[in-house]
């Protein structure tokens, strides 16, 4: 069957990945992919690629394109109040181990830009729109638009909407919060124009009381830049504190704006350029740390692909790749058979994401609540770079065979690309 007609609602990674897996497979698809925005979103914070997302990388022939576009980031250093250094956990500088700083750490509007760039001219793309509601029948999905009220006829349609799916809520019939997870951690994005950073090229990171951080990553705009992010880190018993960041988030960066700078104001270290920064910023938002974890990633013709069915917080880059390129290559399995394609699909992709760390709690001990805890922290941090503990638990674990775990997919009959 390859005249798929595809409807993708969103036009980020996920499914910009998974429009050049399928074209490969069948080149004469008919996609189209609707978004919301009024053009393609391409800003974003640093993202990063691991796993399986490299080696697909790789087979996509956009790795070296990637590598040129990274932020030079070489690891990411702990520091005090006065900016001095407590410890630091450098990049591995290989890809099959990777530390807290990925060797293909990117910003992720260049990242969408290098995987949509080779398609963009071979799909249709309807922005300022979004789907309001799907009926499935028997040969397919009938989608009803928000704006035009049009409603058109497709073979199958891909939730790649983000964290707060619509179409998740509609396929699982409950509410887009039904299925988001909170990890206790609340961030602010922004780009300060200023280099905080003074040219370096490791990220720093800085604690004061009551969870809350300071981190800031380099960016290698020659006009000097930083790229900012406040966090505050809840635990469950914090639930007042949880909601007063969640409704913050709800009412729009204005608020939450007002409301970092009443909990960083005195947070000691270089918060007041920071705050300074975040107000003059041109790209602030903000979010929740949130896991999605659907108990299904398909129903009939409809299927969830990326954050809308197993949002990440660390590695959701590298899971959208991936489920893009299995979702393509199961298609391709299947012969265009739509519904068995979405079974296997899921049946991949599932499972791997089920055995992932679900729990709060690493964010929480990183980020200590007392100037105590962050002595101890730091003293801890500090013994295991400065005996190279890390470094060496790496070159074990390569040597005995351990890298990062890849999601167990079959060998695809991807056809040769076409030059």
């Not at 993202?47 to 697909?56: F, G, N, P």
């Not at 996509?60 to 005090?80: A, H, L, W, Y």
């Not at 299995?326 to 399995?333: I, K």
């Amino acid at each position: 069957m390859s005249n798929l007609n595809i409807l993708i609602s969103g036009s980020g990674i996920a499914g910009s990945v998974f429009a050049f897996c399928l074209l490969r497979a069948y080149p004469t698809a008919n996609i189209t992919i609707v978004e919301r925005d009024p053009s393609l979103r391409l800003t974003g914070a640093s993202v990063d690629i691991r796993s399986s997302a490299v080696d697909i990388i790789k087979w996509m022939s956009v790795e070296p394109t990637i590598r040129q576009q990274t932020t030079n980031e070489k690891g990411v250093q702990f520091v005090d109040g006065n900016g001095k250094p407590v410890a630091t956990l450098e990049a591995s500088g290989r890809s099959d181990i990777q530390s807290v700083t990925s060797e293909y750490e990117i910003f992720r509007g260049a990242l969408a830009k290098i995987f949509i760039d080779p398609i963009i001219d071979r799909v249709t793309t309807i922005f300022n729109e979004s789907v309001d509601h799907f009926e499935q029948v028997d040969d397919g999905v009938l989608v009803t638009f928000t704006k035009t009220k049009e409603t058109k006829h497709y073979d199958l349609l891909i939730a790649a909407d983000g964290v707060r799916s619509k179409i998740r809520a509609a396929m699982l019939k409950t509410t887009p919060e039904e299925h988001i997870l909170s990890k206790g951690v609340h961030v602010a994005y922004f780009t300060i124009k200023k280099d905080l950073l003074q040219g370096g090229q490791l990220a720093k990171w800085y604690n004061a009381t009551n969870r809350r951080a300071i981190f800031l990553r380099p960016d290698p705009d020659p006009a000097g830049r930083t790229r900012g992010n406040l966090m505050v880190i809840t635990t469950e018993r914090e639930l007042e504190t949880r909601q007063k960041l969640d409704e913050a988030i709800r009412h729009g960066n204005e608020g939450y704006m007002k409301l970092m700078e009443d909990q960083f104001h005195d947070a000691g270290w270089l918060a007041p350029e920071v705050l300074q920064g975040m107000r003059q910023s041109d790209d602030f938002y903000c979010s929740l740390f949130g896991r999605v974890r659907s108990p299904q990633l398909q129903n009939g013709r409809v299927v969830l692909l990326g954050d809308a069915g197993y949002a990440t917080p660390g590695i959701g880059t590298s899971l959208a790749i991936i489920g893009g390129y299995v979702l393509a290559g199961e298609l391709l399995n299947h012969g265009g058979d739509v519904k068995s394609a979405l079974e296997g699909y899921e049946n991949i992709m599932l499972p791997h994401v089920n055995k992932l760390p679900n729990g709060e709690g690493p964010m929480q001990l990183l980020n200590p609540q007392t100037w105590w805890g962050i002595k101890i922290r730091n003293g801890i941090l500090g013994t295991v770079t400065g005996l190279r503990i890390d470094k060496m638990a790496m070159m074990v674990g390569s040597a005995l065979g351990f890298t990062e775990r890849k999601v167990a997919m079959p060998d695809y009959p991807w056809p040769l690309a076409q030059r």
